[in-house]
């Protein structure tokens, strides 16, 4: 491989093994504000444990995805300067305004949470974390926004590279005011399946029962309104992905030829190099409805589109690779649905307070930890992946923007120590999440003791 396969091998490594830890932090930061907020209000014990128990899961995903997210930030010089000399304009202020607004809001309070038990009056030490969800929150606003212009560009004129000329257009790019409710919704899933996998486990064993059974429903609500909500503003986002990226969307659905009314694929087998379908299983009219909003919309297939794209931007290949593009929609789908019916299930298993009495039903609940993670890969793929050969649609595909002078040595050898890092990383996190996620809640009443580090509370 040479260095452009090498840096974007790197780059889906790290961005893929980083945005595992995003989604936890950004869900987990509101479900813990939530359990906090009850205990505030109603002053029960059980509540504070059960916050600082989740609290402490999420300290150490969130230490962990801090850690993995610098590395995007060097990659782009390192290995994409002139994407970075390109964009740089543009990116500069949603980045800055990440880091200096929405990051020290979570970095800030996140430490007076942490610090400030018994020490800040309840309902003070509560804002923290209600800032911090917040944080978070506009943390995944502006680095969308950010990755919204790469998916289609405004608020910028062309003067031998991208220069901003509308931060507001680029704040509200349609593509970002459809991703960011679809991505918010989608944490709040992750952070769902997180409450119930581990409650779930000390349920199974009949432990603090006052604690995990709140817990456990705390987690299937956030699961259904998350997928429920992500299902709803999925459809928003593929009617805009059809206007600002029909390739997309036809690669999605490996919809060749355009169609009046276009069928849904549920199931396709195509050429090894992606090129064409050799069998398909199609429910009629449903993607019309999906990509128009019609169920006798008109949808453009890839051969018609690719044709397009040659006469707009020149001679060349326009086409994602289809197989990836295919199968990583569905994924994404598949992968949040089995979430969504087990917490369904679950919910009707422990509805008034039933325990289920199979021990293969807790493993389920347990196991379904690793759906969201799957989804959320699988997700990020499609979107990356879908836009290709394109690093910023219609302006710069990317081989333009591998940076010219390091060589595919240097690459491979970054790439390497990456992978291996990350690996070991991943040891760590696993080991962590599931050492604390298995110890017990922390008693009602803990002795102070000034010495004892803020993390062990």
């Known amino acids: 491989m040479d260095a452009l396969d090498l840096a974007r091998w790197q780059f889906g490594v790290t961005t893929v093994y980083h945005f595992l830890f995003v989604p936890v932090t950004i869900g987990m930061s509101l479900l813990v504000a939530i359990l906090q907020t009850a205990w505030v209000r109603t002053g029960k014990p059980h509540y504070k444990r059960a916050t600082k128990f989740w609290g402490k899961l999420l300290l150490i995903n969130f230490a962990m995805g801090v850690v993995t997210g610098i590395v995007q930030e060097f990659q782009f010089g390192m290995n994409w300067s002139s994407y970075s000399r390109f964009v740089g304009d543009i990116f500069g202020a949603p ?26 009056p309840k309902k003070v030490h509560l804002a923290c974390i ?3 969800a917040v944080g978070t929150t506009l943390s995944a606003y502006f680095i969308l926004a950010a990755n919204s212009f790469m998916q289609w ?14 931060f507001g257009a680029v704040l509200t790019n349609k593509v970002v005011l459809a991703t960011f409710p679809h991505t918010i919704l989608a944490c709040w899933l992750s952070g769902g399946v997180i409450l119930m996998a ?15 059974k709140p817990s456990m429903r705390l987690g299937i609500v956030a699961v259904l309104i998350g997928f429920v909500g992500v299902f709803l503003s999925g459809d928003t986002l593929g009617k805009v992905m059809t206007e600002t990226q029909p390739m997309k969307m036809a690669a999605a659905e490996a919809l060749y030829e ?3 009314p276009a069928p849904f694929s549920l199931f396709t087998i195509g050429t090894l190099d992606g090129t064409e379908p050799i069998f398909q299983l ?19 297939g890839i051969n018609d589109l690719q044709k397009q794209y040659e006469q707009r931007f020149g001679p060349g290949d326009y086409r994602p690779f289809i197989p990836i593009t295919y199968w990583g929609f569905r994924l994404m789908i598949g992968f949040g649905g089995l979430a969504f019916l087990i917490a369904l299930v679950m919910l009707w298993l422990t509805r008034r307070g039933r325990m289920p009495e199979k021990a293969w039903i807790w493993k389920v609940a347990v196991w379904a930890v690793v759906l969201p993670f799957l989804a959320h890969s699988f997700g990020w793929i499609f979107t990356e992946m ?20 390091v060589g595919a040595g240097t690459v491979l050898t970054s790439l390497i120590v990456f992978t291996l890092l990350y690996g070991a990383l991943a040891v760590v996190e696993v080991g962590l999440m599931i050492k604390y996620g298995r110890q017990a809640p922390p008693p009602e009443e803990e002795p102070r003791d000034e010495d004892t580090l803020a993390f062990a509370y």
Request: charged share 15%; net charge negative.
């Open 258 to 260: 355009t169609a009046q």
């Open 95 to 120: 980045l800055a305004m990440e880091a200096l607004l929405a990051f020290f809001l979570e970095s800030t309070f996140l430490g007076l949470w942490i610090f400030g038990w018994d020490r800040l």
């Open 153 to 166: 560009p405004v608020g910028y004129k062309l003067n031998g590279r991208a220069e901003l000329t509308d």
């Open 198 to 212: 581990v409650s779930a486990w000390h349920l199974a064993r009949g432990r603090d029962l006052d604690v995990f």
């Open 130 to 132: 209600w800032i911090v």
């Open 386 to 405: 879908g836009r290709q050969p394109w690093i910023v649609f219609s302006l710069m595909q990317t081989p333009a923007g591998v940076s010219p002078a």
């Open 282 to 300: 199609d429910v009629p009219g449903v993607l019309s409805f999906l990509a128009t909003g019609s169920f006798d919309g008109k949808v453009e």
